[in-house]
């Protein structure tokens, strides 16, 4: 007897192998390159104290000391804290040189002298 001959794979069934039937065992992840203190075997902390000092170098200063300013006193905890870094939040991140800002707090002592908020 003659062994049954293999029928020609079709396009849609070699779509469905190439999806769902694993050709090859995958290989396992690559090792993590070790840092420079782990190579000479120095102190991790002062691997990332350096770490941190180029992150701090890449942000942008308003925002960073906004964050130095939350991390001291901690979240907001009033409504008016709330607002007040909002505001904050929304003048650091203008990139107009501080023109918003100061027609903000102009308008803030304009609001103040009169004696209550403006009206249009």
């Known amino acids: 007897m003659k062994p ?19 050709t090859a065992k995958a290989k396992p992840p690559a090792k993590a390159e070790p840092t420079a203190a782990q190579r000479k075997g120095g102190d991790p902390r002062a691997e990332l104290a350096r770490l941190i000092r180029t992150i701090r170098a890449k942000m942008d200063p308003r925002l960073l000391k906004l964050a130095e300013k939350v991390a001291r006193k901690g979240p907001p905890t009033t409504d008016h804290e709330r607002a007040m870094l909002s505001v904050e939040l929304f003048l650091a991140q203008k990139d107009d040189g501080g023109a918003f800002a100061a027609k903000l707090r102009a308008k803030l002592e304009e609001e103040k002298r009169r004696g209550g908020p403006t009206h249009h």
């Open 4 to 22: 049954p001959q293999k029928k020609p794979v079709g396009a849609l069934q070699r779509l469905v192998n190439a999806l769902f039937v694993p």
